[in-house]
């Protein structure tokens, strides 16, 4: 099952890169400090909680990703690799669904929202405030 996706021959487990804005690489770095953890495990993290939850309620998914934006830039991007790792082939059919029905953009937005929202989760990025519509 592929849709039309920007990661199209992507091989599991092979690494990329993408950029993200500052503002999150700050964040990814104070949680990596904090935690000794690696890049690569605040995703996995990440991408198996959203999978747990997408299991569950797949609507829940929506609402997660769109309401978790990446912070806005404020001097330049960074890059970062990443990677779906081996086994993880159901968590890249999720995104590639998730693409297909316009939840995301593109895989590399799934993985900013997706690393967003669990910096947010844990505490190490500010929520984000929603306006309410009247």
């Known amino acids: 099952m592929y849709y039309n996706c920007v990661w199209r021959n992507y091989s599991i487990g092979s690494f990329r890169r993408i950029f993200i804005p500052d503002t999150l690489r700050d ?5 990596c400090e904090t935690t000794q953890v690696k890049i690569t495990e605040i ?12 299991k569950e309620d797949s609507e829940k998914i929506r609402e997660i990703l769109r309401y978790n934006p990446p912070p806005k830039m404020k001097k330049r991007n960074y890059p970062i690799m990443v990677r779906f790792p ?3 082939d159901p968590v890249y059919n999720m995104v590639q ?5 316009a939840t995301v953009r593109s895989t590399e937005d799934f993985i900013r929202r ?6 947010r989760k844990e505490g190490f ?5 929603i306006a309410k519509v009247r």
């Open 125 to 129: 990025l500010e929520p984000i405030k």
């Open 97 to 101: 669904l998730l693409e297909s029905n």
């Open 86 to 88: 081996i086994g993880a």
């Open 114 to 119: 997706a690393i967003s929202w669990y910096l």
């Open 43 to 54: 995703f996995d993290s990440a991408i198996y909680a959203l999978f747990t939850i997408w």
């Open 27 to 31: 964040c990814i770095d104070k949680y």
